[in-house]
């Protein structure tokens, strides 16, 4: 099953420095983040603010090319986690024929927001997403707890608050 999102914002990760897609689900409280490059981040960003650029850019290309070519998106998918890597599909639709293009969540998201097409995320991807969320947490808090307990009097006067 699909569950319906918007993107809801772009924020960047304070420990990787990376940006952040923040997808929401419309009729309920689902929140996705998407981890995207800076230039993921910056052609979507470009489009939320509705910022021309002199030249187009990759999106509006394509966004060019299919309705030249009389083919729409019917709907962008995020429709797999595999070792942390988000994958999606573009849904085309030509002569009434359905087509599905594998892509990048963040190209998907970038010709969504061009297209102003609807955005879905796999309930299965929310899960899995959710339950990776919690086991690397998990992970991460054994981690520091050892390091913690490690700690000697030396080492607590050379790190700096």
Same mark, same amino acid.
């Given at each position: 099953m699909e569950v319906e999102m918007k993107i809801r914002g772009l924020m @960047?990760? /304070? $420990?990787?420095? @990376?940006?952040? $897609? +923040?997808?929401?689900? $419309?009729?309920?409280?689902?929140?996705?983040? +998407?981890?995207v490059g800076i230039y993921e981040a910056n052609a979507i960003a470009l489009e939320i603010e509705k910022v021309a650029t002199p030249r187009p850019m990759t999106h509006d290309l394509i966004k060019s090319l299919l309705l030249g070519l009389n083919t729409g998106v019917r709907k962008v998918v995020v429709n797999e986690l595999k070792e942390e890597t988000f994958y999606a599909l573009i849904w085309l639709e030509r002569d009434g024929e359905?087509?599905? $293009?594998?892509?990048?969540?963040?190209?998907?998201?970038?010709?969504?927001?061009?297209?102003?097409? /609807? +955005?879905f995320v796999d309930d299965t991807v929310l899960k899995s997403s959710k339950l990776a969320a919690s086991v690397s947490d998990k992970e991460n808090e054994k981690e520091l707890r050892r390091w913690l307990e490690n700690l000697n009097d030396e080492d607590m006067g050379r790190y700096k608050m």
């Open positions: @960047m990760d /304070p $420990v990787t420095n @990376m940006p952040i $897609v +923040i997808l929401k689900d $419309v009729s309920g409280n689902s929140v996705l983040p +998407i981890w359905l087509i599905s $293009v594998d892509s990048r969540p963040s190209d998907a998201l970038a010709l969504a927001l061009r297209l102003d097409c /609807p +955005i």
